[in-house]
């Protein structure tokens, strides 16, 4: 990330942001290792394929394309399907109608159910925090086709979302805490906005307290 264009206080934050995001990511590694264990064990006995997800890359700061870990919470090959089965050719009009989600997915296992009510799918994206493609907190990672497709629906989005990939996407953060899946694509990508805009520690502090409330209520989630 070229510091250049951001002004000494960004840079500060930066900085700072990127310490508390290595020490977080060890602790919260080594809090959740017993849950990740349980979870990719209960992932390789439902069903065939890897314990983590085979997604497609998705849009990183700036624009460039990171590959993104989570656990597995659907069949193999679940992206490809909806796509290009016919059987999906319905769902796939209903997830893009739907700002690429789906409230009842038969994709979905039944493991997959639970951790992705409770965000335990997410863990494994501490990984991409490690590497400097993360941050803790941050916008949501979109897919390359979720920002055509819904800039196409939502032309107005167009100027937010050039302030959302200024920032690191994030593993939680202001849409996730304010209703994750119950926001439509405008809203979500206006609290986006409004994070990278206002981008601080104490706003990241914030809504790192909200988080454990959001994975334990499953709020929003789908």
């Known amino acids: 990330m070229k510091l250049d264009k951001y002004s000494w206080q960004e840079r500060w934050y930066f900085f700072w942001k990127r310490i508390m995001d290595i020490v977080l990511a060890l602790i919260l590694g080594i809090i959740f290792l017993p849950v990740c264990l349980i979870t990719a064990i209960l992932i390789k006995l439902e069903s065939k394929g890897g314990m983590l997800a085979d997604i497609p890359p998705r849009v ?27 059987r999906f050719r319905k769902l796939y009009e209903e997830y893009k109608k739907n700002s ?34 993360m941050s803790i907190v941050g916008p949501r990672a979109y ?16 100027a937010l979302i050039k302030e959302v990939l200024q920032v690191k ?17 405008d809203k979500r990508v206006e609290l986006d906005a409004y994070y990278a805009r206002k981008k601080s520690l104490w706003l990241d502090i914030k809504i790192l307290l909200k988080t454990p409330w959001v994975m334990l209520s499953g709020q929003g989630a789908v």
């Open 143 to 158: 897919y390359p086709d979720e920002l055509k497709e819904q800039q196409k629906r939502y032309p107005q989005t167009r």
């Open 60 to 86: 990183g700061q700036s624009g460039k394309l990171i590959r993104i870990y989570k656990f597995r919470s659907m069949i193999m090959n679940a992206h490809w399907l909806l796509q290009h089965d016919a």
């Open 100 to 133: 690429y989600k789906l409230r009842d997915d038969p994709r979905v296992t039944r493991v997959g159910k639970f951790i992705r009510k409770h965000s335990i799918d997410e863990i494994p994206q501490l990984i991409n925090v490690l590497k400097g493609e």
């Open 169 to 185: 996407p994030g593993i939680t953060g202001l849409w996730q805490v304010s209703g994750r899946s119950n926001i439509n694509f």
